[in-house]
């Protein structure tokens, strides 16, 4: 069933003890900002979830592109883990599909605040946490990967570019990543996918990339209904 998800932010929080002011300097006060963001949700586990309440389960996130922002989650069964589970597919993890609001980009603090509901929520395998999305959801991925870069077991971006510096994107030189993207793309470039592998293999990481020859901004199909693609996804896991 769709959940809506309440995920409350501190903005900033400023500790400075002496912020009097002097003849010279004006005085500053100190404050304390909450920032509360809602996203809804679709969630669903594996047909046998419930017959061990001991076990955990891998958790995947799947980040929706552009196309499918606003607030019918309907909207999310069209592509990737949200369309096989709609269609009566028996995944083998507990999938998460959030949907951004309207006019806006995918919030890397706000996914955060969600991992950390659904990992209350659900029995889930903090080993084994995934975030993969398309087009928009690709720029997404990469973006929460590099905001908590020991949290996820590994990053499947497609179609989607990291649009970070070096010293954020490198970062991710320890996170297994397996990148996608189609060469004739003309929506979002092939280079903003080779351009940001570079980018980690200059710190010293070793992502994988696949380019789709003559395939254009669909290369998530191809992606998502590939059983290896799942089978190494799945065989990522964090050693701490």
């Known amino acids: 069933m769709p959940t809506l998800a309440s995920i409350v932010l501190i903005a900033s929080v400023v500790t400075t003890a002496d912020l009097t002011g002097s003849d010279s300097q004006p005085a500053l006060s100190a404050g304390e900002a909450q920032i509360t963001t809602s996203l809804r949700y679709l969630a669903h586990t594996?047909?046998?979830?419930?017959?061990?309440?001991?076990?955990?389960?891998?958790l995947v996130l799947f980040l929706h592109?552009?196309?499918?922002?606003?607030?019918?989650l309907d909207r999310l069964k069209v592509h990737g883990p949200p369309k096989f589970a709609a269609q009566g597919a028996d995944l083998p993890y507990i999938m998460v599909a959030p949907q951004c609001p309207?006019?806006?980009?995918?919030?890397?603090?706000?996914?955060?605040?969600l991992l950390d509901h659904i990992e209350?929520?659900?029995?889930?395998?903090?080993?084994?946490?995934?975030?993969t999305?398309?087009?928009?959801?690709?720029?997404?991925?990469w973006a929460v990967g590099a905001a908590a870069p020991g949290r996820f077991a590994a990053i499947a971006p497609i179609c989607g570019g990291a649009a970070m510096?070096?010293?954020?994107?490198?970062?991710l030189k320890d996170t297994p990543i397996w990148a996608f993207h189609?060469?004739?793309?003309?929506?979002?470039?092939?280079?903003?996918t080779l351009d940001a592998i570079e980018l980690v293999r200059i710190a010293g990481g070793n992502p994988k990339?696949?380019?789709?020859?003559?395939?254009?901004?669909?290369?998530?199909?191809?992606?998502?209904?590939?059983?290896?693609?799942?089978?190494?996804l799945l065989a990522q896991r964090r050693d701490d």
């Not at 309207?102 to 605040?113: E, I, M, R, S, T």
């Open 65 to 72: 592109g552009a196309g499918e922002r606003g607030d019918n």
């Open 102 to 113: 309207a006019d806006q980009v995918w919030n890397p603090w706000a996914l955060l605040g």
């Open 182 to 192: 189609g060469t004739e793309d003309r929506v979002v470039w092939p280079s903003e």
């Open 133 to 141: 999305g398309l087009s928009m959801g690709g720029y997404g991925t």
């Open 46 to 58: 594996p047909d046998d979830y419930d017959e061990d309440q001991s076990t955990e389960w891998p």
């Open 120 to 131: 209350r929520e659900y029995r889930v395998d903090k080993s084994r946490v995934y975030v």
């Open 209 to 232: 990339v696949t380019m789709y020859e003559g395939v254009g901004h669909d290369s998530w199909t191809q992606t998502y209904n590939d059983d290896a693609f799942w089978e190494w």
């Open 165 to 171: 510096p070096f010293w954020t994107v490198s970062a």
